[in-house]
């Protein structure tokens, strides 16, 4: 069972929006950062977004300026708007977070099975 599930992803026409969003499992009680990746067809993956527990972002050259990511502590969210997108931003979408199962326990990192995003004319 993936301990993050994404959702959101589409087929969107050049210049449009998407909004992902990733929950994170309630096995996972501290998180820290958290990420969105993105793989597409023949490439590897690639960091597209960064947030930290205290909301400090950092972006991707290809995405800065279009892409804006957020997150819910309290729900255990976190989110990618996309703006402006473009054919090359087709890929598949995951969500990485980095956080503990106990107060004690190791830190572990957790990731999404991905959400497709196709844009297309």
């Known amino acids: 069972?993936?301990?993050?599930?994404?959702?959101?992803?589409?087929?969107?026409?050049?210049?449009?929006?998407?909004?992902?969003s990733c929950a994170a499992s309630t096995k996972i009680i501290t998180i820290n950062d958290m990420y969105w990746y993105r793989q597409a067809p023949g490439k590897q993956r690639e960091l597209v977004a960064k947030i930290t527990s205290g909301g400090v972002t950092d972006y991707s050259a290809s995405v800065k300026?279009?892409?804006?990511?957020?997150?819910?502590?309290?729900?255990?969210?976190?989110?990618l708007q996309m703006d402006g997108l473009k054919p090359e931003d087709t890929a598949v979408y995951s969500c990485r977070a980095d956080?503990?199962?106990s107060d004690v326990g190791?830190?572990?990192?957790?990731?999404?099975?991905g959400t497709q995003v196709t844009v297309s004319s």
């Open 99 to 101: 956080g503990r199962e």
């Open 65 to 79: 300026g279009r892409f804006t990511v957020s997150r819910d502590n309290t729900k255990k969210m976190v989110f």
């Open 1 to 20: 069972q993936a301990q993050l599930v994404e959702s959101g992803g589409g087929l969107v026409h050049p210049g449009g929006s998407l909004r992902l």
């Open 106 to 113: 190791p830190s572990w990192i957790y990731w999404g099975l």
